[in-house]
């Protein structure tokens, strides 16, 4: 066959023929002239190299090769139509994988936000990926990416405000029972510091204030990790002092697992952001998610 497309309006104007059996009603069917079905019919036969009608001034019957075409077509044309339903359903229901990326520490709080998504969505599966590198989330295929302080050049992405956090300083209380009291900045000699490497390669010092400016400072690193988690666990284990979001270090300081050291030395923070693939119509599948998202960070930090 010299054209390899699928000659789907033919075939349409085939079976409308086979099942009326008649040109005329075929074409009040589809709305075109006796003409136009009559040289679809044509160009289908030509393509499979069969007659699919015999043709009488009388009748149309449907040839033995007809038949089987008609079978197949018939098939053909449901499946589409079956397709074309669900494609419909989904635009309407939030349906299919939602592909998530976001930092670790907000991350693993997040897991009964997503558990009351998939209660009220079930069709809607989410794909997780915690990471603290800078994925690409156009490249990457990310339906959405949770990001803190830089963002994407302008036009790539949907840009949706999630909130605000401060940065502070926490520790584990085995660890501040063994230190010097810190009373203030200045008390930080003598103690570790637990130190983030950005998946740029360089290392991020404190940014504290003395209540009349704000300076990056750090005292000497007993860790130094690219890790979300283990940079979370080793405060908790009682390693040094670390800088985290307060929304990340929340649960931990409720639990007990981590005490806030210095409060008045708190500065702001980046503020947060979902980003989504601009340029199309968000599907409700990402919708409900990103929602959930809002919802999530928009609680007040206890």
């Not at 947060?272 to 601009?278: C, E, T, V």
Request: aromatic share 6%; glycine share 8%.
């Amino acid at each position: 066959m010299a054209n390899s497309e699928l000659p789907i309006h033919d075939i349409a104007a085939f079976v409308e023929v086979a099942q009326h059996a008649s040109f005329t009603r075929a074409a009040e069917r589809l709305g075109t002239s006796k003409s136009n079905v009559g040289k679809a019919v044509q160009r289908l036969e030509g393509r499979l190299g069969a007659r699919l009608f015999q043709r009488t001034t009388r009748a149309v019957r449907l040839t033995e090769d007809g038949e089987i075409y008609l079978e197949a077509a018939r098939n053909a044309l449901d499946g589409l139509s079956e397709a074309e339903t669900a494609l419909s359903a989904r635009r309407d229901e939030p349906v299919g994988r939602v592909r998530l990326d976001i930092p670790i520490g907000f991350g693993r709080l997040l897991m009964p936000t997503l558990q009351s998504v998939r209660q009220k969505h079930p069709k809607v599966t989410v794909e997780l990926n915690l990471s603290d590198r800078q994925s690409d989330p156009v490249k990457d295929g990310w339906d959405i990416v949770v990001r803190a302080g830089m963002l994407p050049a302008e036009g790539e992405m949907t840009v949706r405000k999630l909130c605000d956090v401060r940065l502070a300083l926490y520790a584990s209380a085995d660890y501040l029972d063994q230190r010097a009291p810190i009373a203030s900045v200045d008390d930080f000699s003598g103690h570790e510091a637990i130190i983030f490497r950005a998946g740029s390669g360089k290392t991020r010092q404190w940014t504290v204030t003395d209540g009349t400016r704000a300076f990056d400072t750090a005292p000497p690193a007993s860790v130094i990790t690219g890790d979300g988690r283990a940079f979370i666990d080793a405060a908790i284990a009682g390693m040094g002092i670390a800088q985290i979001f307060d929304r990340v270090a929340a649960p931990h300081v409720s639990s007990g697992e981590l005490q806030h050291v210095l409060p008045q030395a708190d500065v702001d923070g980046p503020p947060i952001h979902a980003l989504i693939p601009a340029g199309r119509r968000m599907p409700p599948k990402t919708r409900v998610v990103l929602d959930a998202l809002v919802e999530f960070f928009k609680r007040p930090v206890v």
